[in-house]
T-cell receptor, first 109, second 116 residues
Framework: DAKTTQPTSMDCAEGRAANLPCNHS???????VYWYRQIHSQGPQYIIH???NNETNEMASLIITEDRKSSTLILPHATLRDTAVYYC??????????FGTGTRLTIIP | DTGVSQNPRHKITKRGQNVTFRCDPI?????LYWYRQTLGQGPEFLTY????????KSRLLSDRFSAERPKGSFSTLEIQRTEQGDSAMYLC??????????????FGEGSWLTVV
């Protein structure tokens, strides 16, 4: 699996958009970008994944740069319940997930 | 769809005892994964099954650990002669392997083990 680099922590004001960056400069052409989050003491929650195109679902949007070397997860209107550790993972799509240390996102009231 | 179910959610055991965790995956999911997570760390892969076949085991899975998925449905993870270092959250996950669309893996809420 390609390695990813994420900031250790970020803060975001409640109601604002939270933009979480991820660098994956060694990603190969058929590796997907996955995002999961983990709220304290719970199992990881799937958020979204994409290959080349930007993706949007009811939880978030995923923006992947054209060269695919980085991506941004966007939570459009952050709430206090979005406080969690967010993991960016690249994967061929048929393998186990390998978690790094993620970004600890804190939503500030 | 009831999601991935894990039991028990919490277990306190004395050092040296055996413990078993059960995982019921999402219906019809053919892949099932086990992970371990200690405080402050991300989940670490232990093993996974495709149907009843155990396809990969991590070096973290010592001889005291054994996982089974006898009929390709539920799975059990047994830890024999528990040690204090086994204290962690044990996570189960499942997925339906599809080609061409990326394999979405769904996690359960985890089983907390405390060895005293």
């Amino acid at each position: 699996d390609a390695k990813t680099t994420q900031p250790t922590s970020m803060d975001c004001a409640e109601g604002r958009a939270a933009n979480l960056p991820c660098n994956h400069s060694t990603i190969s052409g058929n590796e997907y970008v996955y995002w999961y989050r983990q709220i304290h003491s719970q199992g990881p929650q799937y958020i979204i994944h994409g290959l080349k195109n930007n993706e949007t679902n009811e939880m978030a949007s995923l923006i992947i740069t054209e060269d695919r070397k980085s991506s941004t997860l966007i939570l459009p209107h952050a709430t206090l319940r979005d406080t969690a550790v967010y993991y960016c993972i690249v994967n061929f799509g048929n393998e186990k997930l390998t978690f790094g240390t993620g970004t600890r996102l804190t939503i500030i009231p | 769809d009831t999601g991935v179910s894990q039991n028990p959610r919490h277990k306190i055991t004395k050092r040296g005892q055996n413990v078993t965790f059960r995982c019921d995956p999402i219906s019809e999911h053919n892949r099932l994964y086990w992970y371990r997570q200690t405080l402050g760390q991300g989940p670490e892969f232990l093993t996974y099954f495709q149907n009843e076949a155990q396809l990969e085991k991590s070096r973290l899975l010592s001889d005291r650990f054994s996982a089974e998925r006898p009929k390709g449905s539920f799975s059990t993870l047994e830890i024999q002669r528990t040690e204090q270092g086994d204290s962690a959250m044990y996570l189960c996950a499942s997925s339906l392997l599809l080609t061409g669309s990326g394999n979405t893996i769904y996690f359960g809420e985890g089983s907390w083990l405390t060895v005293v």
